[in-house]
């Protein structure tokens, strides 16, 4: 007995807003099946006592210490600036009036 039928495969497609031919639909739910198979006998393994985790490798995020450094004088930055207005930067303007 299929889990998935061709309406569910439209409806998925439709939410994905992808834009399925009907000659697929047949393939489509074959996979959606297969997948749905494994994952079933993924829910039979034993888990008990397995703690959750996100990644099969752990990931360290890598920082460092953080230090006072000294900043450079705010005139120096702005004269960098290829327009400025006093003690800001200039921009073109991006929002419509």
Known sequence: MSRISA????K??????????????????????SI??????????D???VPE???????TNVTREDGVTPT???EDILNQA???EGDFFRVPKILAD
């Open 82 to 84: 290829p327009q400025r």
């Open 12 to 33: 998925v497609a439709k939410l994905a807003r992808l834009d399925l031919p009907e000659e697929k639909i047949a393939t489509y739910t074959g996979q959606l099946e």
């Open 47 to 49: 888990t008990e006592g």
């Open 72 to 74: 450079p004088v705010r």
């Open 53 to 59: 985790t996100t990644r099969a490798v752990e990931v």
């Open 7 to 10: 309406d569910d495969v439209r």
């Open 36 to 45: 749905l198979e494994y994952v079933g006998q993924l829910e039979s393994i």
